[in-house]
């Protein structure tokens, strides 16, 4: 059973920046690297939850294109770590960010059936 757990949440202006990081337990760097893409989905108040972006085993990555060229995201296979740079940040980007695990490709990873992990959540608040 593979372990998520977020940090680096919390309140910023807009404009600003902020970065999550995800890291993964109960599960060896070679499993998690090898077989896993990972990502970010998240949810604001009243709205359902939505992938924000993804990268799978070989680095590939997807971003919602809401946050194509703001967001960047990235692992340190070595390390079982997932982040998420988030730069010129905006309100609608609040939200509740959810780290997310999927054995497979991108196509899963996007998929939020096909998840298999969910880390428990970090706020992200955006003031104008």
């Known amino acids: 059973q593979v372990h998520l757990v977020e940090s680096g949440g919390g309140s910023v202006q807009a404009g600003g920046s902020l970065r999550l990081s995800c890291t993964a337990s109960r599960v060896t760097v070679s499993e998690f690297s090898r077989r896993y893409s990972v990502g970010w989905f998240r949810q604001a108040p009243g709205d359902d939850r939505e992938a924000v972006a993804g990268?799978?085993?070989?680095?590939?990555?997807y971003y919602k294109d809401s946050v194509n060229g703001r967001f960047n995201v990235s692992r340190d296979y070595a390390k079982n770590t997932l982040f998420l740079q988030m730069n010129r940040v905006q309100p609608k980007d609040t939200a509740m960010y959810y780290c997310?695990?999927?054995?497979?490709?991108?196509?899963?990873?996007?998929?939020?059936?096909?998840?298999?992990?969910w880390g428990k959540g970090t706020l992200v608040t955006i003031s104008s």
């Open positions: 997310a695990a999927a054995m497979g490709g991108l196509a899963e990873m996007e998929d939020e059936e096909s998840v298999d992990y």
């Open positions: 990268i799978d085993m070989d680095g590939r990555t």
